[in-house]
């Protein structure tokens, strides 16, 4: 048995994407005022990692499969946001994460947003990454 066999895989890829949602949370947060396209990506990126951790925590066939590619494509995250809305019975997911991808791509990519634009989506990306934090510590 290898050191890194000794490490439980999901457990810990959840953590890791899980810390990683939060601290693009925090750094979106932190740029909302200042540079609200950055702002938007660095939020998209927390709900994004959030979804990756909530899947993996759930041990959902969308992990898996992103596993077996090497990486997730926006199908997979769409599905999973799917699986895991209705596994955990929290219908407003899909808004959450609809509210993230219309930030990565009005905010970031066509750079539309406003400061206040990016503010009043805040907290569906926090609602994601909380729901995130909830499910990969009963979980795993």
């Keep these: ?4 066999d000794s490490f ?13 949602a939060e601290k693009f949370l925090s750094e979106g ?18 709900a994004e990692e959030a ?11 969308e992990a898996e499969k992103a596993l077996e590619k090497g990486r997730w494509t ?11 809305s209705e596994k955990l019975g929290v219908k407003e ?7 993230a991808w219309f930030l990565h791509v ?3 990519h066509e750079a539309r947003l406003r400061s206040v ?10 609602a994601l990454v909380n729901l995130a934090k909830r499910v990969v510590q009963e979980h795993i």
């Design 1 to 4: 048995m290898t050191y890194e």
């Design 8 to 20: 439980d895989k999901p457990f810990d890829d959840a953590r890791k994407r899980l810390e990683l």
């Design 29 to 46: 947060r932190g740029l909302i005022d200042r540079d609200p396209v950055q702002a938007s990506e660095k939020l998209y990126k927390a």
């Design 51 to 61: 979804v990756k951790a909530l899947a993996t925590a759930l041990n959902l066939d």
């Design 74 to 84: 926006v199908s997979l995250l769409n599905d999973a946001v799917y699986t895991i």
């Design 93 to 99: 997911l899909i808004d959450w994460w609809d509210a």
């Design 106 to 108: 009005e905010g970031f």
């Design 117 to 126: 634009d990016v503010a009043k989506r805040l907290g569906h990306v926090e």
